[in-house]
T-cell receptor
Framework: DAGVTQSPTHLIKTRGQQVTLRCSPK?????VSWYQQALGQGPQFIFQ???????QRGNFPDRFSGHQFPNYSSELNVNALLLGDSALYLC?????????????FGPGTRLTVT | GNSVTQMEGPVTLSEEAFLTINCTYT??????LFWYVQYPGEGLQLLLKATKADDKGSNKGFEATYRKETTSFHLEKGSVQVSDSAVYFCALRHTDKLIFGTGTRLQVFP
């Protein structure tokens, strides 16, 4: 049973560029959440997708956008990159309406903006 | 609003010492509470959880009890090992998203 997978593992971009990160959820899961983890900090919720719609969103600007595909996989897009966007981006999958269940995390994508 | 506060690290212990990492939360209602662990270069792994007041979560020798009266979920282990060295995150689940503390680094020396 494959867990949550993310690609790429590492990425280096320049300020002002755009980036796309990808996530495949754990088999059987229908909901994908994205988190940003800055160095030395706890993960911060970006947004969550279910049934190909953004279900809820954290306190992140519109430069951060996402998409969910019919097979439940998801993309996170960040436009006009800033130095402060450098972080580990974590994807988590879960089943909707199962608040007592855990969210399963992928290994993350390390984004460095220079 | 909803938030989680953890004790600052690093926590440095000798092998077989007793571990406590404090965690308190602020939340509306009664959220589920979690401890996640992050090993170097890896994502987050669930360590344990509790879904209602007075529940005790446990796994791999770690324990935490959901204390509604003190809004706390402290992590404990009776005898730590070098392999427990990692960053530990306390989190609550609110409207299906996780809210994390800032993490506590644990370093265990032989």
């Amino acid at each position: 049973d494959a867990g949550v997978t993310q690609s790429p593992t590492h990425l280096i971009k320049t300020r002002g560029q755009q980036v796309t990160l990808r996530c495949s959820p754990k088999s059987g899961h229908d909901t994908v959440s994205w988190y940003q983890q800055a160095l030395g900090q706890g993960p911060q919720f970006i947004f969550q997708y279910y049934e190909e719609e953004e279900r809820q969103r954290g306190n992140f600007p519109d430069r951060f956008s996402g998409h969910q595909f019919p097979n439940y996989s998801s993309e996170l897009n960040v436009n006009a990159l800033l130095l402060g966007d450098s972080a580990l981006y974590l994807c988590a999958s879960s089943l909707i309406y199962r608040a007592e269940d855990e969210q399963y995390f992928g290994p993350g994508t390390r984004l460095t903006v220079t | 609003g909803n938030s989680v506060t953890q004790m600052e690290g690093p926590v440095t212990l000798s092998e077989e010492a007793f571990l406590t990492i404090n965690c308190t939360y602020t939340a509306t209602g009664y959220p589920s509470l979690f401890w996640y662990v992050q090993y170097p270069g890896e994502g987050l792994q669930l360590l344990l959880k509790a879904t209602k007041a007075d529940d005790k979560g446990s796994n791999k020798g770690f324990e935490a009890t959901y204390r509604k009266e003190t809004t706390s979920f402290h992590l404990e282990k009776g005898s730590v090992q070098v392999s427990d060295s990692a960053v530990y995150f306390c989190a609550l689940r609110h409207t299906d998203k996780l809210i994390f503390g800032t993490g506590t680094r644990l370093q265990v020396f032989p």
